[in-house]
């Protein structure tokens, strides 16, 4: 089975501090993906790599960045915590591009709470 | 306007009873299509993949019609363990990413 698994179920942190979300896969998939996902918004894609030391833009990367040092890790950080970023982040992984085998395979997210 | 839309219900129907699910996509250029399925406070997984003749699994039926752009779920004879999310997705033939609907919420009721 794979398995995706994210650090932290449940975070509170304080304005301005710097935050830390990591996601692990163990199937040695290419693509990785940050998301956040809010009522009534869905998922929305904050970054995604598919190699190690790649990256792109998602539809919504500010206030984020991301760093894919190794292929089964990549970290999601907030800089500068704001009350605006308090939401559910759910990491995914998936097969590379030119698999015809799209699906992204879910972390169980985490959960955060910005005061 | 939403890349992909989906009406978010709530869906409240009875044990037994059949329901259909609508969702448009604005990207001619989407190649691939699923469905996915999110429980209560859990991670999204794949429920299906929507191919252009149709596909059956079971009590789920998932149509594509690309002249409309537009992709349907339908579930026949609703248990209470269907009571969930269902979220429509799309994918552009060249991109890496996902695009993820809304979502529609289901309730079958006992």
């Known amino acids: 089975d794979v398995k995706v698994t994210q650090s932290s179920r449940y975070l509170v942190k304080r304005t301005g501090e710097k935050v830390f979300l990591e996601c692990v896969q163990d199937?040695?998939?290419?693509?990785m993906f940050w998301y956040r996902q809010d009522p009534g918004l869905g998922l929305r894609l904050i970054y995604f790599?598919?190699?190690?030391?790649?990256?792109e833009k998602g539809d919504i990367p500010e206030g984020y960045s991301v760093s894919r040092e190794k292929k089964e890790r990549f970290s999601l950080i907030l800089e500068s915590a704001s009350t605006n970023q308090t939401s559910m982040y759910l990491c995914?992984?998936?097969?590379?591009?030119?698999?015809?085998?799209?699906?992204?395979?879910f972390g169980p997210g985490t959960r955060l709470t910005v005061l | 306007r939403k890349e992909v839309e989906q009406d978010p219900g709530p869906f409240n129907v009875p044990e037994g009873a059949t329901v259909a699910f609508n969702c448009t996509y604005s990207?001619?250029?989407?190649?691939?299509f699923f469905w996915y399925r999110q429980d209560c406070r859990k991670e999204p997984k794949l429920l299906m993949s929507?191919?252009?003749s149709g596909n059956e699994d079971g009590r789920f039926t998932a149509q594509l019609n690309r002249a409309s752009q537009y992709i349907s779920l339908l579930i026949r004879d609703s248990k209470l363990s269907d009571s969930a999310t269902y979220l429509c997705?799309?994918?552009?033939?060249?991109?890496?990413?996902?695009?993820f609907g809304s979502g529609t919420q289901l309730t079958v009721l006992p």
């Open positions: 990207n001619s250029a989407s190649q691939s």
């Open positions: 929507v191919y252009s």
């Open positions: 790599s598919y190699d190690v030391k790649m990256k």
């Open positions: 997705v799309v994918k552009a033939g060249s991109a890496r990413q996902l695009t």
């Open positions: 199937m040695d998939h290419e693509n």
């Open positions: 995914a992984s998936s097969w590379a591009q030119h698999s015809s085998y799209n699906e992204q395979f």
